[in-house]
């Protein structure tokens, strides 16, 4: 009698997970995975419809040359640049009086405020 109300139990056991498995539809709409793309379809463009498509935007690149500089020769540009006040961070030395750092580019010019004349440059880090 142990041995029938246990194995009625164990049967319980295993078939309560198999019946409620069945219960599922067989057919159930499965969710959009990763790797599937999915692509709308637009109508082709007629000449009259030009005015309703949207235009793209061409971005062009910019390319910087390098310009390498010279002790005594005058920047004229140097005003537009904005003066670099704590040289010591990043490695400059001190600025003489009427002097001052600006840094241009990847490039640190130490000018003469009165007439732009670069006394100094290093290469920035």
Not at 59 to 75: C, D
Not at 95 to 114: C, H, K, S, T
Request: proline content about 6%.
């Amino acid at each position: 009698m142990k041995r029938l109300v246990l194995s009625a139990v164990a049967f319980s056991f295993l078939a309560a997970p198999v019946m409620q498995a069945q219960a599922a539809p067989m057919v159930a709409p499965a969710a959009p995975s990763a790797n599937v793309v999915q692509v709308d379809w637009k109508k082709p463009v007629r000449h009259d419809d030009r005015r309703h498509v949207e235009r793209r935007v061409v971005k062009k690149k910019v390319v910087v040359h390098k310009r390498h500089w010279k002790r005594g020769e005058r920047y004229s540009n140097w005003r537009r640049h904005q003066a670099v006040r704590d040289y010591h961070r990043h490695g400059l030395r001190r600025p003489g009086p009427g002097q001052e750092w600006i840094r241009v580019g990847n490039d640190y010019l130490l000018v003469g405020i009165a007439s732009g004349i670069i006394g100094a440059m290093i290469a920035a880090r």
